[in-house]
């Protein structure tokens, strides 16, 4: 049996995510502040085994209690083969100057894109350090970590961040018993409701938004089920973790 922790389910990649897992072999954690029913309905409809935890992950001293209650139902799960937590939820919010942008949105764009993230990796390694199993983390992040533009400070600057906490704790789980195998990966331009919120911000706001525009038009903009796919065979292929950045699919 394996057991996968999968944040942001309830749309978009995190949703596509966790339909391809819903296998006999798999348990499925789902976590966002909206449960997914249909994904609900469509385990029970093929006997898979998931669960839904709705959480806002802005609020960050929950997560504690979430992860202590998601980890003690993996324990005790028989034969667990391996665990596998993918850090996906994500928010692009506030998209302008940065001296337009709201402390409360500032703060939210970090807790989710960041320290959520940083929270739910502390938990899991703390609490799952005596299992001898295969364990593996994916932070999904952007390449807007690395590609700057105005008006996504915020993002980029929060998702910067998740990479070189990836990069850190990647060198942190090498001597260690059991170890974690982490990677930070850039999933690439998706059509999903993120795309959509970019486009609709106005050009005083964001002064590419009109490039935004023509790429979806273009049909340049990949689907979540594709990604979903290279996301998970990326986590589950042999040589995951070796690299603690994955910047092309
Ligand atoms: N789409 C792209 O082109 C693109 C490019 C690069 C990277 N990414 C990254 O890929 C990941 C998934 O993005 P997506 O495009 O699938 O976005 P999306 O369609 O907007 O979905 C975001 C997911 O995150 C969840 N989420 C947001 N705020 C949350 C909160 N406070 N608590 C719990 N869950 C929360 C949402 O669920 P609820 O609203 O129900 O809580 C939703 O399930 C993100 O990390 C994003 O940064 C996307």
């Known amino acids: 049996m394996k057991a996968f922790i999968v944040t942001g389910t309830s749309r978009g990649i995190g949703e596509a995510l966790a339909e391809l897992l819903l296998h006999r072999d798999n348990i499925v954690y789902c976590i966002s502040r909206t449960t997914n029913e249909r994904l609900v309905k469509q385990a029970a409809q093929q006997n898979a085994r998931l669960r839904y935890y709705p959480c806002d992950l802005s609020k ?3 997560i ?22 993918i850090n996906n939820a994500g928010m692009l919010p506030p998209v302008m100057p940065i001296g337009q942008c709201e402390t409360e949105q500032m703060i939210d ?3 989710i894109n960041l320290l959520a993230p940083m929270i739910i990796t502390s938990r899991f390694i703390g609490l799952t350090k005596e299992m001898a199993v295969d364990k593996r983390m994916m ?17 980029s600057t929060a998702k910067a961040g998740l990479d070189s906490f990836s990069k850190s704790i990647h060198l942190e789980q090498q001597n260690v018993p059991n170890p974690v195998k982490i990677a930070s990966v850039y999933p690439g331009m998706i059509d999903t409701q993120m795309q959509a919120e970019i486009r609709s911000v106005s050009k005083e706001n964001f002064p590419f938004v009109e ?6 038009q273009a049909g340049m903009l990949e689907t979540a089920e594709k990604t979903a796919k290279k996301l998970l065979q990326l986590l ?3 040589s995951y973790g070796q690299a603690p950045l994955v910047e092309e699919l």
């Open 60 to 62: 960050l001293t929950d």
């Open 109 to 111: 764009n970090v807790s």
């Open 236 to 238: 589950l292929s042999e």
């Open 64 to 85: 504690d209690g979430l992860m202590e209650t998601i980890i003690r139902s993996i324990k005790q799960e028989h034969s667990i083969a391996s665990i596998c937590v």
């Open 139 to 155: 932070n999904v992040s952007s390449g807007s970590a690395k590609y700057l533009l105005p008006s996504q400070s915020c993002y």
């Open 211 to 216: 490039q935004f525009i023509q790429l979806a």
